[in-house]
């Protein structure tokens, strides 16, 4: 069966600061990886995905995720945070079945 | 392209009575949708896996006889809850798949806030 962990419920990080919320899936097959990020009282918007190819991938406003198959883990990462980035990310997998499970979220709170 | 609407936004209703929430691909046809709760601060559950023209699926828990789900066309999926009860207030979030990129992927609606008293 597979899974999904985000590690931390909550990150505060400075306005400007670097950040990395972190996500670790379990699959016996090839999985597809999601990060989603959810503003208050609204529905899931897309951030990148990895299907397959290169490791690395570059989503909308400025973040980033790498696909870590040895460590079974898509951490999502972004160099310099924004106020506007305080919401609710999620990383999600589909393996095979068209169904996502989701990960319990991780809050980012961006601090001025 | 690939937006979802939803339909309330949100509803307040009295115990015992039945809420209809639609969810709607506006610019793709969608075979499959999927219908999601979210209890406060905490993640997306899934429902139940809606399929045009066929009876849904539901995930393990879920009574489908409370959670009435009906597909009954490429661009249109509702779930109707039966008899509310306060515990059934939450957050219902569908979703849409859509091929793309060679796999199946999901977009989602903006949410349906349902209370009930």
């Known amino acids: 069966a597979q899974s999904v962990t985000q590690l931390d419920s909550q990150v505060p990080v400075f306005e400007e600061a670097p950040v990395e919320l972190r996500c670790n899936y379990s699959?016996?097959?090839?999985?597809?990886l999601f990060w989603y990020v959810q503003y208050p009282n609204q529905g899931l918007q897309l951030l990148l995905k990895?299907?397959?190819?290169?490791?690395l991938v570059k989503g909308i406003n400025g973040f980033e995720a790498e696909f870590n198959k040895s460590q079974t883990s898509f951490h999502l990462r972004k160099p310099s945070v924004h106020i506007s980035d305080t919401a609710e990310y999620f990383c999600?997998?589909?393996?095979?079945?068209?169904?996502?499970?989701f990960g319990t979220g991780t809050r980012l709170k961006v601090l001025a | 392209g690939a937006v979802v609407s939803q339909h309330p936004s949100w509803v307040i209703c009295k115990s015992g009575t039945s809420v209809k929430i639609e969810c709607r691909s506006l610019?793709?046809?969608?075979?499959?949708m999927f219908w999601y709760r979210q209890f406060p601060k905490q993640s997306l559950m899934l429902m139940a896996t809606?399929?045009?023209?066929?009876?849904?699926?539901?995930e393990q828990g879920v009574e489908k006889d409370k959670f009435l789900i009906n597909h009954a066309s490429l661009t249109l999926s509702t779930l109707t809850v039966t008899s509310a009860h306060p515990e059934d207030s939450s957050f219902y979030i569908c979703?849409?798949?859509?091929?793309?990129?060679?796999?199946?992927?999901?977009?989602f609606g903006p949410g349906t806030r349902l209370t009930v008293t």
């Open positions: 979703s849409a798949a859509r091929l793309a990129d060679s796999s199946y992927e999901q977009y």
């Open positions: 699959s016996s097959v090839s999985v597809y």
């Open positions: 990895y299907l397959s190819g290169s490791t």
């Open positions: 999600a997998v589909e393996a095979g079945t068209y169904k996502y499970i």
């Open positions: 610019d793709f046809q969608a075979t499959t």
């Open positions: 809606s399929n045009e023209g066929s009876k849904a699926t539901y």
